[in-house]
């Protein structure tokens, strides 16, 4: 269901830099940490100071080219070169980056929907410090002054950066949470958006459907996954809204302001800024060899993709169901496979881990017991509903699922007894029953509810709900 | 009394390190007003490290190589603690936390700093005019410019301030203040010598590299301050060079080319032709085999490089912006304060520099300024290696003339063309020394310059040590 007036369709692309979970920064020795005292992380190839030199870090290169790999890029010779521009988080005025020779180039994201995505390029570059504005609010326009720390200035990045694949912001934050779970998997960062070290930017144009592309504005300040689809769809909006009434939208880097709900101008680019970007002739070009890449490869983990496939595969089902992807997502993947594998009802294991294992400890839950459980369910022991209680202690106490179901007094009851209730309730209630069997679909509705509640009194909650509603209606002659 | 002499005679206990300094602060006190070869004398501290190299000869121990020898360095090394200003307004009392890596070097090998020398602003300049404190005289005729950049190094060795001294050389900044100052002075292979803590004029050129007065203590010098650093990703890992048990070899059966573009060079002065010359027999009589060898694209290099140097300048100079250190003057705006504080702190030559460089880097002018210039850079470096094919070493004149008057430079472009016998092997990242080789018709020094391939310190420093002799 699109956001978007009919007729209208929204391109977008997004470049996302994420910090490299390294011991130090990419050209010294300094500490990559978070939250520390401002400038407690600093020394003269950091700050820029005359005569400072860079030494790379080859851990940060080992993690950028896994990150390339499991985006399925190509790893190639590569050089670094200096983006110059003049900002005061910016210690020697200009940023060691990547030009036209990029580490990792022509790759591609799997979503778990099935759309995918081209990588354009995934650049290593080092970070920038952190500007604080004083006094106006925290914004620039308002400060009277502004203080900076350069514990980050020089922490690895990987810049990576889409093709503009993507149509919905649902594709977008798709996008952003699958490049989170390979992050995570691969150990290449923690990818915590809250905390800066995942940054994500949008590239946003519309265009009428069967039109060229329109002008395209660039989104920054995007804390959340749920901030990203806001000022994703926001934006589109917002430009519809201008070509309609008949004006251009110009291109410009806009600020997402979370509280108010919308995005406003930064800088307007009316051409591409000139980085003025050479080799940087501090350092050498990198030169991975096929062993490295095959060495590479070799310790890749099994990434959130080939899970999904795997999983789907063991359960009959398709990778961009919602119960695969969310098990993937929790990491409780092997639970399912392994239940599954024992002999447990495929979909209700999903069903279990989609909606019932949203809690701590879920991956600790042995898969004999899930397995067994769902067994009990689908032999007609448990009920749904009882099953789903007697899983929530499985995970709190570690016990298995028949001794915890005993302990309760849980058992389905069977179906001869369940029969024998519902026609004393029908036979203890003769005007309700009659509506029931007469009455339009609307009353018999809500005379299934009475009727439930009291059979459920009756059984003492052992009532498997679905069964005695298809005997009432059986009962009925419906 | 040379280098090694000294060196010998204090770590033998003869002499004192102390006796030395005082010395030579002695000198300093005698001429340094009419020369201004230093931008600040360490006499205190030198004094100090004296007195703890003269108790480490007492315990016994071996105070290094270099023991009790006076060195001044260029101020633009960076010295813990001390002021440091590359001679301009920008850095205004700005003291390094961090010793240059060539700094550690000689303080381990016993080396004693008596002074940070003057230079051209940001080591930009053939002169030492350009500097913000004022020129440094030529200790032959203090009516004349010692040379540039490194003119204060070139003229505290030249006036007997120190034995020994360190110069930068980007493009011939250490072999043309030798040659108008009549001393020693050798620029290493690219990388032969770590840059860490050498303030960053054009990254890809600079070398730190020697000045002394004769070809052995030079050789010396380079010896201790050369071999990898992990702190210089463009350092080659190789350890230092051995020098020298190579310089009493003599040259007989070397192949030695007289480069013909740069001897016939437009205006290269008749006695500069005539003494280069004359170095060029003098090998021969001692067994060389002379050769005139061409190498076509070094015409092209006065035009390189002043596309490449400034453009490397303009980023590598973006950081003085006065938000961390050095001048800052108050604006409103961070972008007016950059303006002024750039305006304030920067010489002329500097900011011309700076524009021109950021010209040839700029969108639509990349590919053909800077992207140009890079690729005849490759022709030079091929061209060097064929009459390498041909020939152990080359020779050319250094400088064009002696040391000219103050003020007789005043159009940039001719100030330029000093370097045109120099630039060539910074672009190709070779070695290349001079050597003095007489005088000039006015009496002034002439110096003779040997160049070798890349890593080929030795045999260069061979040939030196070969003209050298043939003088005396």
């Not at chain 1, 996008?175 to 958006?193: F, P, Q, W």
């Not at chain 2, 020298?244 to 001897?263: A, F, K, M, Y």
């Not at chain 2, 010489?347 to 140009?372: N, Q």
Request: proline share 5%; charged share 20%; glycine share 10%.
């Amino acid at each position: 269901m699109s956001v978007l007036p009919e007729g209208w369709e929204m391109v977008i692309g997004l470049e996302v830099h994420c910090e490299l979970h390294t011991e130090t920064k990419l050209f010294c020795s300094c500490p990559n940490s978070f939250g520390d005292e401002p400038n407690a992380n600093t020394c003269p190839t950091c700050l820029g100071l005359p005569g400072s030199l860079p030494v790379l870090n080859e851990r940060a290169v080992e993690l950028a080219m896994r990150l390339g790999r499991a985006l399925a890029c190509d790893v190639q010779r590569s050089v670094f070169a200096r983006k110059n521009y003049f900002y005061p988080d910016q210690p020697k005025d200009y940023q060691v980056s990547q030009y036209d020779l990029p580490t990792n180039e022509h790759g591609h994201l799997d979503l778990p929907s099935g759309l995918q995505v081209g990588i354009t390029r995934a650049h290593i570059e080092e970070d920038t410090g952190k500007l604080t504005h004083v006094g106006g609010g925290g914004r620039i326009h308002d400060a009277s002054h502004s203080l900076v720390d350069y514990n980050r200035s020089g922490v690895p990045l990987v810049e990576i950066v889409s093709e503009a694949d993507m149509r919905s912001s649902e594709q977008a934050k798709e996008y952003a949470s699958e490049l989170r779970a390979i992050l995570l998997a691969t150990g290449v960062s923690d990818a915590k958006m809250e905390e800066g070290s995942m940054r994500v930017d949008a590239n946003v144009s519309v265009n009428r459907v069967g039109e060229p592309w329109g002008t395209r504005c660039e989104i920054k300040n995007l804390n959340s996954l749920r901030s990203l689809g806001r000022a994703i769809d926001h934006e589109a909006l917002r430009q519809i809204d201008l070509i309609e009434a008949g004006e251009v939208v110009r291109q410009e880097t806009r600020h997402w302001d979370e509280a108010e709900g919308r995005t406003g101008t930064l800088r307007v680019k009316e051409d591409a800024d000139d980085y003025r970007y050479f080799p940087e002739p501090d350092l050498v070009p990198l030169e991975p060899t096929a062993d490295d890449i095959a060495r590479i490869d070799a310790a890749l983990p099994v990434l959130p993709a080939a899970r999904r496939a795997a999983l789907a595969a063991a359960a009959g089902a398709d990778p961009t169901d919602g119960g695969v992807v969310i098990a993937v997502e929790r990491g409780l993947d092997e639970l399912a496979t392994a239940a599954i594998g024992a002999g447990a009802d495929a979909a209700r294991v999903l069903t279990h881990v989609e909606h019932n294992l949203a809690v701590d400890g879920a991956e600790r839950l042995s898969s004999e017991h899930l397995a067994a459980l769902v067994k009990m369910e689908t032999g007609g022991e448990l009920t749904a509903t009882q099953a789903k209680t007697v899983l929530a202690e499985m995970v709190e106490t570690g016990d298995d699922p028949a001794t915890i179901a005993k302990a309760r007094g849980f058992e389905a009851l069977d179906t001869g007894a369940l029969e024998g209730i519902v026609d004393e309730i029908i036979a203890a209630h003769p005007g309700e029953w009659e509506q029931f069997r007469t009455g339009d679909d609307k009353a018999r509705g809500k005379l299934t509810g009475f009727f439930m509640g009291k059979v459920m009194q009756a059984s003492k909650g052992q009532a498997d709900g679905k069964v005695a509603t298809a005997l009432l209606r059986s009962r009925a002659g419906l | 009394m040379t280098a090694i002499a000294t060196a010998a005679s204090v770590r033998s206990g003869e002499r004192s390190a102390r006796s030395v300094v005082e010395a030579h602060l002695a000198a300093i006190q005698g001429r340094e007003a009419d020369i201004h070869a230093f931008n600040l004398v360490l006499a205190e501290q030198a004094l100090a490290h004296a007195d703890e190299i003269d108790a480490q000869v007492a315990a016994g121990e071996d105070p290094g190589p270099l023991a009790g020898v006076p060195i001044a360095l260029k101020d633009n090394l960076g010295t813990t603690g001390i002021p440091t200003t590359w001679s301009s307004k920008i850095l205004d009392g700005w003291k390094p936390p961090y010793d240059a890596t060539v700094v550690e070097r000689l303080r381990a090998a016993g080396a004693i700093a008596v002074g940070k020398t003057n230079l051209d602003e940001f080591a930009m300049g053939s002169s030492t005019e350009n500097s913000a404190f004022g020129p440094t005289k030529n200790p032959h005729d203090t009516t004349r410019v010692p040379g540039g950049s490194s003119g204060g190094s070139a003229a505290a060795v030249a006036a007997g301030f120190a034995p020994l001294a360190l110069g930068s050389d980007t493009g011939g900044s250490i072999r043309q203040p030798a040659a108008f100052c009549g001393i020693v002075g050798a620029k290493p292979t690219y990388g032969a010598v770590s840059r860490y803590g050498l303030v960053a004029f054009a990254s890809s050129l600079d070398q730190i590299g020697p000045f002394a007065a004769d070809v052995a203590d030079a050789a010396l010098l380079l010896e201790v301050i050369s071999g990898h650093d992990p702190l210089d990703s463009t350092s080659i890992p190789e350890p230092p060079l051995a020098l020298s048990d190579q310089l009493s070899r003599g040259v007989e059966g070397l192949r030695v080319g007289v480069v013909q573009e740069l001897l016939g060079a437009e205006g290269i002065a008749p006695d500069v032709v005539a003494r280069t010359k004359a170095a060029v027999e003098a090998l021969e009589g001692a067994g060389a085999k002379i050769e005139e060898v061409s190498v076509p694209a070094v015409i092209y290099g006065l035009s390189a490089y002043y596309l490449i140097a400034p453009a490397e300048a303009s980023s590598n100079l973006a950081r003085y912006d006065g938000v961390r250190y050095g001048l800052r003057v108050d604006a409103p705006t961070t972008g007016e304060m950059y303006d002024r504080t750039r305006t304030a702190g920067f010489g002329p030559e500097v900011e011309r520099r700076i524009m021109l460089g950021t010209y040839a880097l700029s969108a639509g002018y990349y590919d053909a300024f800077y992207g140009k210039a890079q690729k005849v850079r490759t022709l030079i470096i091929r061209d060097f290696e064929a009459a390498y094919e041909r020939c152990d070493v080359l020779i050319s004149p250094t400088a064009p003339t002696t040391a000219f008057a103050f003020g007789a430079k005043a159009d940039p472009l001719a100030m330029y063309l000093n370097d045109v016998c120099t630039i060539p092997s910074n672009l190709a990242g070779h070695p290349a020394i001079s050597v003095p080789y007489g005088a000039g018709e006015d009496g002034m020094p002439i110096g003779v310059q040997v160049m070798a391939p890349a890593l080929g310190e030795a045999v260069m420093f061979r040939v030196a040590a070969a003209l050298e002799a043939s003088l005396s």
